[in-house]
């Protein structure tokens, strides 16, 4: 069980094994940003930005990943935190699951149905991006700008850190939006 944040492109491991130079160590060593998580067989990276999703999926089908044929989803599957899977997906089951601990925190996930072809089982473990906590996160906090509000709505301010920065008129506070600051290796 993977956390889905923001846009999610989600990726069955057998298939980075196979398809990705150096299988699943290359593929986390070339990892465009610091959202890789991933459980027994899914890898998930996240974006913020529909263009940082487009280059990193057109970079995998570089390598022969195919990302849908006829609406069905084959090696890889892109995930709207709101809205879920973009395509049609056999192989995912998304949902919302809380966790538990001193309160009750509702967070978003992606799984594979129990041997990718059975019932979907829960709970799971689930997989985080390395240093990820609830506190500010998207699952916490989560703001949705469409692109075509961008410009009327929000000034933007510059680019600091792998962020572009801008002011929410609406808020009248200053909001961030992580790019994918390293490119994958081509």
């Known amino acids: ?70 609406g069905v989803s084959q090696d890889l599957i892109v995930v709207d935190q709101q809205s879920g899977p973009m395509v049609c997906c056999e192989w995912l089951f998304f949902g919302n699951a809380f966790l538990e601990d001193e309160k009750i925190r509702k967070i978003t996930f992606a799984a594979v149905p129990e041997e990718i072809g059975g019932p979907f089982v829960g709970p799971q473990e689930l997989a985080e991006p390395k240093g990820w906590k609830w506190e500010g996160s998207l699952s916490q906090t989560f703001a949705y700008v469409p692109t075509e509000h961008v410009d009327k709505s929000m000034t933007y301010l510059g680019h600091d850190s792998g962020s572009d920065v801008y002011f929410n008129h609406l808020s009248e506070k200053v909001g961030y939006v992580g790019r994918a600051g390293k490119r994958i290796k081509s």
């Open 1 to 70: 069980m993977v956390l889905i944040e923001a846009i999610s492109v989600i990726i069955k491991q057998s298939v980075i094994e196979d398809k990705y130079p150096g299988g699943i160590e290359g593929f986390k060593r070339d990892a465009p940003n610091n959202t890789y998580c991933a459980d027994e067989h899914l890898v998930r990276i996240g974006f913020m930005t529909p263009v940082d999703v487009g280059d990193f999926c057109k970079h995998l089908e570089d390598y022969g990943f195919v990302y849908h044929v006829d």
